[in-house]
T-cell receptor, first 111, second 114 residues
Framework: GESVGLHLPTLSVQEGDNSIINCAYS??????FIWYKQESGKGPQFIIDIRSNMDKRQGQRVTVLLNKTVKHLSLQIAATQPGDSAVYFCAGPNRDDKIIFGKGTRLHILP | DAGITQSPRYKITETGRQVTLMCHQTWSHSYMFWYRQDLGHGLRLIYY???????DKGEVPDGYVVSRSKTENFPLTLESATRSQTSVYFC?????????????FGDGTRLSIL
């Protein structure tokens, strides 16, 4: 079936370094992708989105890159801070236009 | 404060009981959603609603009932709870054209069924 998923369930990064979280998708017709952050005990929080007519989009300390050729997107977090510790999800539409979510990558920040 | 509120935050009940999870949003968003989140599965859509009095099934609707008599409220009812429905439930909302807009989530209800 269709999927949107992350490559790694866990990622550990040194504080101050950049974090890169990767996501693959299967629906080549997907035209919109979203990244969410979920902290412990909370609901997913919207971080940044990107439409398929773009290759890159930047926000505050975050950048999303979209490679439609290999159906891959990534979330880059610059100068990772302790507050970035969370689970990160990518999401995108399936063929029925329902948003499906990846299982998430847990980002650990090392002191 | 504007936002999306879920209640209760925690609930323990027994198999066979009926339980209702509440969701209220103050944005007047057209779309509302119910998801469950389980280890190994990520977020799975239970039901969604495009507007008041319009609801539709998601990926895992069995055992659940929803209603939407007012735009701002979208309760989820487990008519006869089973242990397999132990999960964390999230309500979300989005503006029109949810496939091109981010969803905004509540902080969830952690439901345990004994």
């Amino acid at each position: 079936g269709e999927s949107v998923g992350l490559h790694l369930p866990t990622l550990s990064v040194q504080e101050g370094d950049n974090s890169i979280i990767n996501c693959a998708y299967s629906n080549s017709a997907s035209d919109y992708f979203i990244w969410y952050k979920q902290e412990s005990g909370k609901g997913p929080q919207f971080i940044i989105d990107i439409r398929s007519n773009m290759d890159k989009r930047q926000g505050q300390r975050v950048t999303v890159l979209l490679n439609k050729t290999v159906k891959h997107l990534s979330l880059q977090i610059a100068a990772t801070q302790p507050g970035d510790s969370a689970v990160y999800f990518c999401a995108g539409p399936n063929r029925d236009d329902k948003i499906i979510f990846g299982k998430g990558t847990r980002l650990h920040i090392l002191p | 404060d504007a936002g999306i509120t879920q209640s209760p935050r925690y609930k323990i009940t027994e198999t066979g009981r009926q339980v209702t999870l509440m969701c209220h949003q103050t944005w007047s968003h057209s779309y509302m959603f119910w998801y469950r989140q389980d280890l190994g599965h990520g977020l799975r859509l239970i039901y969604y609603s495009a507007a008041a009095d319009i609801t539709d099934k998601g990926e895992v609707p069995d055992g659940y009932v929803v209603s939407r008599s007012k735009t701002e409220n979208f309760p989820l009812t487990l008519e006869s709870a089973t242990r397999s429905q132990t999960s964390v439930y999230f309500c979300a909302s989005s503006e029109i054209d949810y496939s091109n807009q981010p969803q905004h989530f509540g902080d969830g209800t952690r439901l345990s069924i004994l």
